[in-house]
Every structure is written in structure tokens, then in C-alpha cells.
């Protein structure tokens, strides 16, 4: 791979560039470069003045969590569970660089959708490159977060099945049944946004929506930074149900807003205009 040759970043990677470190582990299409997460430039270009006005004005003023510039990035403590992903929650930093190599002529493949089981409040994917439809940018299910947020058992976490080396059957995070039921059901019947832009565009996403990193069908490499924003009073709020008001550890500003947007939004942000139709992204919701 040459960072001036494009034709050499199409995925996947070869045996002999594959790595398993979990601190920047490269495999199949993925690049995941988190070693870097608690470096002074990574920490600035996300913990700026603008990006945490926003974060704040959602999430209450002098309320974040800040980073800690040399502290334990992600994956410093490896998989969350033997064969299962890293942990983010157990991080000090930024999450990372996170790639997507283009999958060239590789056939089309379905991908899985998810829901993160750590505890934050908010997420963003900030793109360091642009990223074009069809570019593997961030897959999300509009309104997930407001039909799924009543079947968990904890607001901001799921609760995880311990492994243990002679009783390896089960494993990895807990799904309750009222959660597969309506996680089926918002496959069926939503159909996905894919978030593709320019350099420096940013998407802010809710702890609770469905999301998924698509596959890269362009000739150029995704390449994106992401962070969690946590409240630092999320280890007590963490502890209650979901509550009656899901914006109840959310900014008075965020709980007072409108829900609704205008067409003029609508048309520059690709979302459903109000009637129903989609503003330029009809070939990339799914």
C-alpha cells in the first residue's frame, strides 16, 4: 500500500499486511488506527471549540467528559470478550482513524447493523477525506434510537454474558427479546440513510440508533474519525431504566427544541423532505 498510489489501497489487505493488534488492526477492509486516539492532534481536531459548543449545547454546558492527552487509548485491554470486538468504553481518548479500503471488484455483500452496548450519550464520525456515496461513510436508521430506547434494560448500557474458558457457549452482550423484535422490525420497515460528504463534515449520532459502517464501492478510501461525548455524571444516570422522557439527561436547549426541520434542511442535509421524498439520496438509502 502507497499513499500516493490509489490503485494499491483497494482492499483487502494481503497476509503479510494484516494485523492483529488491537491498538491498530488492519484486516480484510478495516482499518482501525487507535493508538493514536489519545495524541495531542487527534484529541484537538475533535475537542475543539466548535465541535464541543455543539456537544455541549446538546448536552448541557460545562457537562463533558474531557479527554486525556496520553492516556489509555482503545483496545489498550484488547477484545471485550475472547474473539469478540474491543471495548470502546475503555478509553481515554478518541475512539481513532477508522478505514474502509475499497472492495473493487469483490461482489456486493450485506452488511450487519448494531447497536453499540458501551455507555456514552453521543457519538460523531468526523470525515478527514471525502468520502462518496457509495464510499462506505456511516450507515444509520432514521428513528431507531426513539423505538429501540424503551427495550433496553439499562439506558446506556447492555448488560453482558461473562465468559469463561470451561463454559464457552455463551458469551458477548444480552439482547432482550422486546429488542430483536423491534430491531427486526425497523429493518423491515426503515429504509437506511448512508452519510457521505466532504472533508470536515461531521455527523452527530444518538447512543441508541442503529448504525453500521457499509461497504467502500469507490476507488478512494474512507477514512473518518470517531469519538463518544459522555455527561460526566453518565456513571450515575447509567444505573436508572430508560425513562419516560429518553432526553432526560439531555440539555434543557435539546429538550425544549422543535423535532421538525425545513425543506431547505432537508434538501442540504439529504434527509425526507416532508413530502416523503428523499433530497438527492434516493440511490443511497438502501
Not at 482499518?31 to 449545547?57: F, H, S
Not at 452488511?111 to 462506505?136: A, K, Q, R, S
Not at 463518544?228 to 425513562?243: A, E, H, I, K, V
Not at 422522557?245 to 432537508?266: G, H, I
Request: aromatic share 8%; glycine share 10%.
Amino acid at each position: 500500500m502507497k499513499r500516493d498510489q490509489p490503485a494499491s489501497h483497494v482492499g483487502p489487505f494481503s497476509a503479510e499486511d494484516e494485523d492483529d493488534n488491537t491498538m491498530h488492526l488492519r484486516k480484510d477492509y478495516r482499518w482501525q488506527i487507535r493508538d493514536v486516539g489519545t495524541e495531542p492532534l487527534l484529541i484537538d481536531l475533535v475537542w475543539n471549540d466548535r465541535l464541543r459548543g455543539v456537544a455541549e449545547t446538546l448536552l448541557g454546558e460545562g457537562m463533558l467528559q474531557p479527554p486525556v492527552v496520553g492516556g489509555r487509548p482503545m483496545g489498550s485491554e484488547g477484545a471485550a470478550w475472547p474473539g469478540g470486538p474491543v471495548d470502546p468504553a475503555v478509553n481515554e481518548g478518541i475512539r481513532g482513524i477508522y478505514c474502509t479500503l475499497p472492495h473493487g471488484d469483490a461482489p456486493r455483500q450485506s452488511i450487519g447493523d448494531h447497536t453499540d452496548g458501551h455507555p456514552f450519550n453521543l457519538g460523531i464520525v468526523g470525515l478527514i477525506d471525502e468520502v462518496l456515496p457509495e464510499g462506505g461513510g456511516f450507515r444509520i436508521w432514521p428513528g431507531s434510537h426513539k423505538r429501540l430506547y424503551p427495550t433496553f434494560q439499562m439506558q446506556y448500557d447492555q448488560p453482558r454474558i461473562p465468559y469463561y474458558a470451561h463454559l464457552p457457549s455463551y458469551k458477548g452482550i444480552i439482547h432482550s427479546p422486546a429488542y430483536l423484535a423491534e430491531l427486526a422490525d425497523i429493518m423491515a420497515d426503515t429504509k437506511p440513510v448512508d452519510c457521505w460528504g466532504q472533508t470536515g463534515d461531521v455527523v452527530l449520532w444518538h447512543h441508541r440508533l442503529v448504525h453500521a459502517a457499509p461497504p467502500n464501492y469507490t476507488q478512494q478510501m474512507r477514512q473518518a474519525v470517531l469519538n463518544d461525548f459522555s455527561r460526566t455524571d453518565l456513571d450515575r444516570c447509567r444505573l436508572d431504566p430508560p425513562q419516560a422522557n429518553m432526553w432526560r439527561d439531555w440539555s434543557d436547549r435539546t429538550q425544549q427544541v422543535s423535532v421538525a426541520y425545513s425543506e431547505a434542511f432537508a434538501v442540504a442535509q439529504r434527509l425526507p423532505t416532508a413530502t416523503g421524498e428523499s433530497a438527492g439520496m434516493q440511490d443511497q438509502r438502501g
